[in-house]
C-alpha cells in the first residue's frame, strides 16, 4: 500500500473543532489575506475556501448571519447574486476555466457548518478531474493558495474599478 503524505489536512481537521461561525470570525479580523477574503461589499464579502475542491474555489457570503434564502433582505440579495456573476468573470480572466460548478449551503445538515448560508463558485477544467480523488481520496490542488489569491484579488480589483468608472463613480 501506498501512502501520500497531506500534512496540511490536519490544519482542517483540528480547525472544524473551533467554536463559532467562520463566515461572522473571520471577517471581523480585517486580515483579508491571511483569511482568504477576496472582496467586501456592503451585504456580502467573497472569499477563497482554504481546503478547496478546484483551484479557485470561491465562496460568497452575506455578512449578516443568515440560514437561509428566505432570510436574505433584498439589499443582501441583490448583492450577493451580482458578486457571484462578478466572481465568475474574475475567474474566467483570470484562471481561465471551461466550466464552473455552483451551490448554496444551507443549514448545519446542509454544509453551513453554524447555520450561516453561502454560496460556492467551483471553476472546472476539461480532464480536471482524474483517479486521485477516486482511488487516493485525495485532491491535487497545483497552485498554491497564496498565488491563487493574489491573481484574483487583483482582478476583483481591476474588475470593480474598471466598473466604477463606467458608471461614472471613479476617475483615472
Not at 497531506?6 to 489575506?33: S, T
Not at 447574486?81 to 475567474?91: G, P, Q
Not at 444551507?106 to 482511488?135: C, Q, S, Y
Request: charged share 25%; net charge positive; proline share 5%.
Amino acid at each position: 500500500m501506498k501512502h501520500l503524505w497531506a500534512p496540511w489536512r490536519m490544519n482542517y481537521i483540528l480547525k472544524r473543532n473551533q467554536k463559532g461561525c467562520i463566515f461572522c470570525l473571520k471577517p471581523r479580523r480585517e486580515r483579508d489575506k491571511e483569511n482568504l477574503i477576496l472582496y467586501r461589499g456592503k451585504h456580502t464579502f467573497v472569499m477563497m475556501n482554504r481546503y478547496p475542491y478546484n483551484n479557485g474555489h470561491l465562496m460568497i457570503v452575506p455578512h449578516r448571519h443568515c440560514i437561509d434564502l428566505e432570510s436574505l433582505n433584498p439589499l443582501e440579495s441583490k448583492e450577493l447574486f451580482e458578486l457571484l456573476r462578478v466572481s465568475i468573470r474574475v475567474l474566467k480572466i483570470s484562471l481561465s476555466p471551461q466550466g464552473f460548478n455552483m451551490g448554496v449551503n444551507m443549514g448545519k445538515v446542509g454544509g453551513a457548518g453554524e447555520g450561516h448560508i453561502h454560496f460556492h463558485v467551483v471553476p472546472r477544467w476539461a480532464g480536471d478531474t482524474n483517479f486521485m480523488p477516486i482511488l487516493g481520496e485525495t485532491k491535487v490542488v497545483p497552485e498554491y493558495l497564496s498565488n491563487t489569491y493574489q491573481k484574483l484579488h487583483s482582478a476583483f480589483i481591476d474588475h470593480l474599478k474598471k466598473r466604477t468608472r463606467q458608471k461614472g463613480g471613479g476617475k483615472k
